[in-house]
């Protein structure tokens, strides 16, 4: 399987990256910002370095992929102004050109401030989208825009949804719902990227939008 991962050298986006070279099979370009973000080397590894506003470059990560992996997330900026929103245009050029192409698998990440027809109207599937609204405007902005992205796409999409990716992981297990069954505020990042990959690798939970959590 070749895969590509947008935000290969972040927190999760390394953990994804990991488990996908585990297996001999796959082939891995990691698009990334800084030639030295990464220190993983693999003759199964490619990787390209540029901008998110850089469609040629974008094109290139994605001419090969089966399989599409953003964990790519907003800063969490406290101020009351707008600051654009690149993490969302960079979803939506990476969305154009996978449409271009015909590539059609997708997996991304974002919070329950992004809503599905599955949710039921609970603490996890509401609070955070007002906590969200709140205490990270720009962030909101961001999330609510890609939801619209995603959703009017013509790709076979997951969105894995997440709340606090900073708790220690412990060997914990972990646990999802699809917004109709109650979860916890908190998951590890090394949860969350053995969940994508899986999600990848077993082609799960196509136009579905999974919070996942730790047990």
């Not at 991962?5 to 910002?33: C, D, M, P, Q, Y």
């Not at 297990?173 to 949860?191: I, L, T, W």
């Amino acid at each position: 399987m070749h895969i590509t991962i947008f935000g290969a050298s972040g927190a999760i986006g390394k953990i994804v990256l990991e488990h996908a070279l585990r297996n001999k099979g796959n082939v891995v370009t990691a698009f990334v910002r800084r030639p030295d973000s990464l220190k993983v080397t693999s003759p199964n590894l490619n990787l390209i370095v540029g901008e998110l506003t850089d469609q040629n470059l974008i094109k290139k990560a994605i001419e090969q992929a089966d399989v599409v992996i953003s964990t790519l997330g907003p800063a969490l900026d406290t101020s009351r102004k707008l600051k654009g929103t690149p993490i969302a245009d960079g979803h939506e050029m990476i969305i154009q050109v996978m449409e271009q192409l015909n590539k059609k698998r997708f997996i991304t990440l974002a919070t329950p401030t992004v809503k599905s027809n599955e949710d039921k109207k609970q603490f996890t599937t509401i609070v955070p989208g007002i906590m969200a609204k709140l205490l990270f405007p720009n962030g909101y902005h961001e999330m609510k825009k890609v939801e619209q992205l995603i959703k009017k796409s013509s790709l076979d999409w997951t969105v894995v949804r997440i709340i606090n990716p900073n708790v220690k992981h412990k060997n914990n297990a972990y646990d999802f719902s699809f917004g109709d069954k109650p979860a916890k505020m908190a998951v590890s990042r090394e949860n969350v990227g053995a969940f994508m990959y899986r999600i990848a690798s077993e082609h799960l939970y196509r136009h579905r939008m999974p919070i996942i959590f730790n047990n």
